[in-house]
């Protein structure tokens, strides 16, 4: 049997890939795709957790997260077709109007 | 035996997946690593018995989220001539120290086992029978239980949070600019 601390150590790892990957990159589209890389290391950790715990919430939890970021896409992707419609741009570096 | 092969080619695989989505110049290469990534975590949850969280996976994520994603990056275009200067003083070195800082303390999290917190004990129900070490089995049935019955409002909340979801995506993308 796997010891948890390897999921964790997975988990952390794709969080991290995930996070460098917002921080680094310009275009909305990649920015996104890396927002569900970090999600779903959550969810990793929270089936290893279940799993350990002898307890079924933590994919109950899973589920829940899974349809909360189904929801998020579609309204995230719906905003940035209509930013490009108005803006031709896909890149962050250019919607830059909130700045203070 | 096999868990831990397993457990390594689909590590293998996810982290593969996952650096391709950050360093992919093209958006189509970082959706196919994204799928990857996608298909191998849910082979991490079926080998922990999460057999219905795996198949939602599959079905939801890698199927329809990854189909958005791709029918949204063709309508966008793929614009491969993404600027790498950096506008913000310090980011690249504050990434850095974050990265670092992350690595070491989830490394070491790792390497000293230290998880003792997350062992199950036997514990005595009030029938008096002992529940054993056994890893829960999240099948469908399994999972039906505590979702309709301790989580039901959660539950409610999330099928109204998908109406609203799918209602906003629709007035999204009827916007229209006034005299275009």
């Given amino acids: ?100 | 035996m096999v868990e831990p092969l397993l457990f390594v080619v689909m590590a293998i695989a996810a982290l593969a997946g996952a650096v391709t989505v950050v360093v992919a110049q093209n958006p189509i290469y970082s959706a196919i690593g994204l799928l990857g990534t996608l298909f191998s975590v849910a082979v991490l949850y079926v080998i922990q018995l999460a057999h219905f969280v795996a198949a939602v996976q599959v079905i939801v994520y890698a199927g329809a989220v990854m189909t958005l994603f791709l029918f949204v990056i063709m309508l966008i275009g793929v614009d491969k001539s993404e600027s790498t200067e950096e506008n913000l003083p310090m980011q690249r070195v504050w990434v850095g120290v974050l990265a670092v800082a992350v690595i070491l303390f989830a490394g070491g999290l790792t390497l000293t086992g230290n998880f003792e917190w997350v062992v199950p004990e036997p514990v005595e129900t009030i029938s008096g029978a002992l529940i054993s070490g056994e890893p829960v089995n999240g099948t469908i049935q399994a999972i039906a239980e505590p979702l309709f019955t301790d989580w039901v409002l959660a539950f409610e909340a999330t099928a109204l949070l998908l109406t609203i979801a799918a209602a906003g995506a629709i007035a999204l993308a009827h916007f229209r600019r006034k005299g275009v």
């Fill in chain 1, 1 to 100: 049997m796997v010891p948890d601390g390897w999921y964790m150590g997975l988990a952390a790892a794709l969080f991290l890939i995930g996070a460098l990957g917002i921080l680094l990159r310009r275009n909305a589209l990649v920015m996104f795709m890396c927002v569900e890389l970090m999600l779903n290391a959550v969810n990793l950790t929270l089936i290893s957790a279940g799993r350990a715990l002898n307890d079924l919430d933590g994919q109950v939890a899973v589920f829940f997260i899974l349809v909360v970021a189904a929801a998020e896409v579609v309204v995230g992707l719906a905003i940035m077709v209509a930013i490009f419609r108005r803006r031709s741009t896909a890149s962050v570096d250019e919607l830059s109007d909130l700045r203070g």
